[in-house]
């Protein structure tokens, strides 16, 4: 009898060993510690593992940019550029990290890239942005993340100004959960995506700055195409300090282009 608890005890900690080094949560990060970021351990891992945000002190594509630093190259033909979005009935996110809101599973829209359909997954905000002019910060910064069937990304970056409100942004702060973790879903909320872009613009062919960079949060991964709308929307000074007691100062730093150049159509 005692043989077989002690058996079974010593299986359940094998079990337990290999589901936490299977699905060990990737290690913590801030944004205080922003330097730090490639150099964060996971201690699970072996080795070529160890170091899961190696990416983001190493690599040569970073995002966010400078946009001013850039040569901005206007000869090349560009893919034409169209979104559609319209309306969903999507989850609202606190990850910890950002206020995020994830598209329904029935979701249809996407980003159109020439002739492509990336799917819209996910947007979230910056505080201030991550994106600058110049050097010159917006108040915000929203990210569309487009995630095709291969796994490649390309984000539509929108800076937000103080101005008008925005009802669409009202609704976003309203449904999203105060605690880091939470969501809220299937709230049956109608969101009209189409009302975060900048007014006045033709959605069927976008103006937009672009070049490859990377996710701007650990793992900074990068193969990321950016397109940088170069009109900005507006929320209130209400809704922006609204948005800040979510979370306030989480932007990326710029990163060196490293010979990157920035095409505008
Ligand atoms: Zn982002």
């Known amino acids: 009898m005692k043989t077989k608890v002690l058996a079974v005890g010593l299986v359940s900690m094998i079990f337990a060993g290999y589901v936490t080094v299977a699905v ?6 801030s944004y205080e510690e922003e330097s730090e970021w490639g150099a964060i351990e996971d201690a699970t891992q072996p080795i070529p593992l160890r170091y899961p945000y190696a990416e983001c002190g190493i690599g040569k594509h970073q995002s966010p940019v400078d946009l001013a630093d850039a040569k901005i190259i206007k000869s090349k033909p560009l893919s034409k550029l169209a979104v559609q979005y ?35 997954i996910q947007l979230h905000f910056h505080e201030p942005s991550e994106h600058v002019f110049g050097g010159k910060k917006f108040p915000a910064e929203l990210h569309f993340v487009h995630i095709n069937q291969d796994g490649r990304i390309a984000v539509l970056a929108v800076t937000i100004n103080t101005g008008k ?28 995506l189409e009302k975060l872009l900048p007014p006045n613009i033709n959605t069927r062919n976008l103006k937009y700055f672009t070049l490859a960079g990377s996710l701007t949060t650990p793992p ?31 932007a990326r730093s710029t990163q060196n282009l490293n010979e990157r150049s920035i095409l505008a159509n």
């Open 86 to 120: 319209g309306v969903d009935t999507p989850s609202f996110i606190n990850t910890g990290h950002a206020i995020q809101v994830n598209t329904s599973k029935n979701f249809t829209g996407g980003l159109k890239v020439g002739k492509e359909l990336l799917p819209l």
């Open 24 to 29: 060990s949560a990737p290690p913590h990060w």
């Open 165 to 192: 409100e925005n009802t669409a942004f009202q609704t976003i702060l309203d449904n999203m959960p105060y605690g880091s973790g939470e969501e809220n879903a299937a709230t049956g909320v109608k969101l009209r």
């Open 220 to 250: 900074c991964s990068e193969g990321v195409q950016w397109y940088i709308l170069p009109k900005s929307i507006t929320i209130s000074e209400a809704q922006l300090e609204q948005l800040k007691t979510f979370y306030s100062d989480n």
